[in-house]
C-alpha cells in the first residue's frame, strides 16, 4: 500500500467519523447516520472527479473505503455525547482535513495540473464532503463560518506546491500535513478565527 493510499484510507475514516458526529446531533437514525457518513467521507472525491471529468468516480468503481467509513460510523456511534472525546473528534477531522488536502494535491501534481486546477483540486476534495453534508442536514457550511479549516489546508498545500521540486514530494507532503493539522489545531485550541463581518 502506498503512501497516499494510506493517507486517503485515514482521510476517509477521519470524515466518516465527523458526518456520523453531525448525523447523530441532528438526531438522524442509523441509516441517516451512515449516509451522512458516506457523503462527508467521498462526497468531496467524487465532486472532484465529476468536475476534472476522469470518468466514473473512485468512490463507485472501489469497496476499498467501505469498512473505513463503516468504522468511522461506529466509532461516532460508540463514543456519542462523550465530552471528553471533543478533542479527540477535533485531532480526527484535522488529520482527515490534512489527509485529503495532501493526498489530493499530491495527485494533481502527478497529472501535472497548474496551479489553479492543483488548489481546486486539493481544496474540493478536503471540503467538499463536509460542506455537502452541511447542506443536507441544513446547516451553515462551516468553511465558510469564521473557523480556521479550509485555509489551513490551503495555506499547506500551497507551501507543498512551492517546496516539492525542492525536497522531494514525499518530504513536501510531510511538511504539509504537519503545517495543516498543526494551524487547524493551534487555532482551534487559541480559538483564533477568521474575522467576521457584520451587516
Not at 142 to 155: E, R, T
Request: aromatic residues 14%.
Amino acid at each position: 500500500m502506498d503512501y497516499i493510499a494510506i493517507l486517503e484510507y485515514i482521510g476517509v475514516f477521519a470524515f466518516a467519523v465527523s458526518g456520523a458526529i453531525v448525523a447523530i446531533e441532528e438526531e438522524f437514525d442509523i441509516f441517516g447516520i451512515y449516509i451522512i457518513a458516506i457523503i462527508t467521507a467521498m462526497g468531496g472525491g467524487v465532486l472532484r472527479d465529476i468536475v476534472t471529468n476522469v470518468g466514473i468516480p473512485v468512490f463507485f468503481t472501489s469497496y476499498k473505503t467501505i469498512p473505513f467509513i463503516i468504522a468511522g460510523a461506529l466509532l461516532a456511534i460508540i463514543l456519542k455525547g462523550k465530552v471528553k472525546y471533543k478533542n479527540l473528534f477535533m485531532f480526527i477531522d484535522a488529520l482527515g482535513l490534512a489527509a485529503f488536502f495532501v493526498s489530493a494535491a499530491s495527485k494533481a501534481i502527478e497529472s501535472n495540473y497548474n496551479f489553479m486546477v492543483f488548489s481546486f483540486v486539493a481544496g474540493i476534495t478536503g471540503v467538499g464532503g463536509g460542506v455537502l453534508r452541511d447542506i443536507i442536514t441544513n446547516r451553515k457550511p462551516q468553511i465558510f463560518k469564521n473557523d480556521i479549516y479550509c485555509v489551513a489546508g490551503v495555506i499547506g498545500v500551497t507551501i507543498l506546491w512551492f517546496i516539492y521540486p525542492v525536497v522531494g514530494l514525499e518530504t513536501a507532503q510531510f511538511i504539509s500535513l504537519i503545517i495543516i493539522i498543526a494551524i487547524r489545531v493551534i487555532s482551534y485550541h487559541k480559538e483564533i478565527n477568521l474575522p467576521v463581518i457584520s451587516a
